[in-house]
């Protein structure tokens, strides 16, 4: 629905919009790694033409930064903008410019000069000390290590990621009064921004608006409200104007979150048949000092295959950086990575077929919680994968495969990503001229929301699909929970769908008690909708339309807010499944990877538009490709600068890096995951991609390379 909008430029991001009055942003960002500052001399900046001010902690007001129990900020203080003079991290915001042009600000913040006493910052993982740390545990795990008949003990290492999304973070902020009016690139509209505004400046949640009808790309940096969204709204209060602040390329390196690095210790303990008897994880994963950020690292491990013992450790590194964040598959990618290695590791000690040995390893419930798998088809995405990618043509042995100077290999990963949803109102009216409107406060990074929604309304109001209007991003709309987590259809589409099926009911009910409708008095349940149109189930003839009916009635409109509320008490355990599968190519004296294509099978329940699905799962190959091979951000660890902020020097896949990618979703539903069956398809699709690389890579040479990403290095 969006797409037309989209390709002709006419689709508003948030820097877009166009707001009366409006004056530029530019953040100076702190060039040391830690410390504080000493002293800011700002005037040089303010004597340049147009510029309005320059704020910083020295002049800033005090804010109120109350707690957001609703929103997504991990445990912790928040970095607070410009309210003292600590630098927690390299890039961290120390003064805001505003002036009269973009350009105007952009050098009028160089000229601000800032002293420091600084410290040398902590940003090793590898050296770092732990902070905080979870566990789990069953069985007994290290004592079943000791006497098995297989024992591995890999450590796999993941870099940092950041998600780069192609529309930078942008923020316009107006007051008006004590009312706030921001445009945002935001993930979250109510919780993430509206919420966190709210509580920042210490006024009430209805105090401020938040519009976000596009987001051009997050992959999870848009689920919180980052500093500079503050800053926005700092600046525009004290300059009296409204304020737009766009963030550089590089400043989305330190000004948004990123996927954490990770050291995974693993070891594995089965028989000599390839049953797995024990594992353990000892996790190590980066945080900020002032913010402790977790992610579902673990839930892989203790519900991905079968066994007895489980032990498991997740320590959170505090460094000096600034606040990870989730990114796309979050947890699971990077829990994967390293079982779905290690099982491939295993497999080649054992003498088993990667698949057959993931199979004799499959649980039959969640042995985590007992609770039994609402539906989980593993086995048919491998059956299903092997007979569509060929997997029975390969030579099992490792570097055996040639073509001219390139080793070939194939490899396959299992994929799993949790089925969650969270409570989520939308409004549904029906219109006496037939059309419908459906409103929700969720945002759309891209998966197809304009699209997808309206298809759920047309089907639960029986409206041809062009009759529906649907509109998102507004936070006078009604609220919905963050668009991530692969949560939105089940959780704003059950709502739609709540909605749709209340006015259809209304309608029907208003038909059936009407003497002057040709369905009066029959039974309502013998009554369905068509395109418009009301009629018996069992006599088409005998009916009248939504346009009739309403019309007569001299009602101008039905409407109702559709609601969802997840259930209190989870009686399954609930995940979106895949297997991945990759064939690579290896030039080992250039240590060249070549992906040549991908298949990915899914079990995600329901597809709601095949179309879209199969958009989210390229999408999501193409960043398992880049997490693989490419993605690695760099930091330069004696001030904490990050080296490659950029795109020339972050690696993302390009086109010619993209082969033949294919993605394959079963048929059926999930009854038991939410009312429309859906279990989630936006994050599932990365996760398992880049073990499925790597074990090809494995399968094409012989080695095994356990960090990533892969790269030309570590092949030679
Ligand atoms: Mo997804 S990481 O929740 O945008």
New binding site residues.
Partial sequence: MDGRLKVTGQAAYAADHRVDGVVYAAVVDSTVGRGRITGIDARAAEAQPGVLAVISHLNAPRLAYRPNSGSNNPDGARLRVFQDDQVLFHGQPVAVVVATTHEGARHAASLVEVRYDAARPSTDLNSAPAGEADSYARGDADSALASAEVRLEPKYRLSRNHHNPMEPHATIARWDGDRLTVWDKT?WVVGGTQQELAAVFGIPQESVRVISPFVGG???S??RAWPHVIIAALAARETGRPVKLVLTREQMYFGTGFRPAYEYQMRVGSDRRGRLIAMTHDIRGETATYETFTEEVMAPGQMLYSMPNVRQTYATVPLDVNAPT?????GAATGVFAIESAVDELAHEVGVDPIELRLLNEPERDESTGLPFSTRRLRECYEVGAREFGWNRRDPRPAATRDGDWLIGTGVSAAMYHTGSMSARAYVRLNADGTALVQSATSD?GPGTYTSMPQVAADALGLAMSAVRFELGDSLMPPTP?????MTMASVGSAVQDGGDKVRQQAIALAVNDPRSPLHGVRPEDVIVRRGRLHLSNDPTRGETYEQLLTRNNRPHLEIIGSYAPPEQQRYTMNAYGAVFAEVAVDQRLGLVRVRRMLGVYDAGRIINPKLAESQAIGGMVGGIGTALLEHTVTDHRDGRIVNANLADYLVPVNADVPDLRAIYLDGEDQHADPIGVKGL??IVIVGVAPAIANAVFHATGRRIRELPITAEALL
């Fill in positions: 993930q997050g992959f999870g848009g689920l989730w990114m796309r598959g979050p990074m963050p668009h991530g987590g692969s936006g994050e």
